[in-house]
């Protein structure tokens, strides 16, 4: 049985996740619950830089991060299933993942700069370059929303997670400013059952 050291509100780990359960590999899988905030936690030693999720096989071997996870699971699974194979398909969809996991990653570091620096030392340069990230990246995706194939690929994934990762910290304000991924995401939704059971609530 492989472990998935991740947290319920991880939008990295909910890409793991989803991607699982595309890949019929979620009984494969035990979720091990990650505690960050606390020094003694065995992911450190999993991952050296303590970070979100890993994936640790039978033999002990521990991957990490999510894009690393998700191609390992993919070639688990035959390969070819949600990284095409094929060019052009296969760097579309990698292309989408980076994007996706680029806005994410500003997504974090605006929670993080709330969470953990106190009012008065928050550079608001800082704060607004972060913001500008997400408000290009929502844009460039707006203007062309993926399409969705029949298993979704990893990039189509990491689309999914960002815009539930804007529902669960930034209040969902994303839905009246971008239509089409709106419609996009309802799509997702209804199309792969993992997106709800992986859902957690604000």
């Not at 492989?2 to 359960?21: E, N, Q, Y």
């Not at 019929?24 to 992911?43: F, H, K, M, Q, R």
């Not at 990490?64 to 688990?76: A, F, G, N, P």
């Not at 929670?111 to 800082?126: D, F, N, S």
Request: glycine content about 6%.
């Amino acid at each position: 049985m492989m472990i998935l050291r991740s947290s319920p509100a991880s939008p990295f780990g909910r890409k793991v996740r989803i991607a699982t359960h595309l890949l019929g590999l979620a009984s494969e899988i035990e979720v091990a619950a990650t505690n960050l905030e606390d020094p003694a936690d065995s992911v450190r030693a999993q991952n050296p830089i303590g970070k979100i999720p890993v994936l640790i096989l039978d033999d002990g071997t521990a991957y990490y991060d999510s894009r690393v996870i998700v191609e390992y699971l993919d070639y688990r699974a035959g390969g070819g299933r949600i990284i095409p194979r094929e060019a052009p398909a296969r760097f579309e969809a990698l292309r989408l993942q980076s994007l996706c996991d680029g806005i994410l990653d500003a997504c974090l570091l605006l929670v993080y700069e709330g969470r953990y620096r106190p009012p008065e030392m928050r550079v608001q340069a800082w704060v607004d370059r972060q913001t500008d990230k997400v408000a290009r990246g929502f844009k460039a995706l707006e203007a062309a929303p993926p399409k969705l194939t029949a298993v979704p690929d990893v990039g189509q994934i990491a689309l999914a997670c960002l815009l539930g990762y804007r529902d669960l910290r930034f209040g969902g304000t994303w839905r009246k400013e971008y239509p089409k991924l709106l419609a996009w995401h309802d799509k997702f939704a209804a199309q792969v059952p993992a997106f709800a059971e992986t859902k957690i609530e604000p």
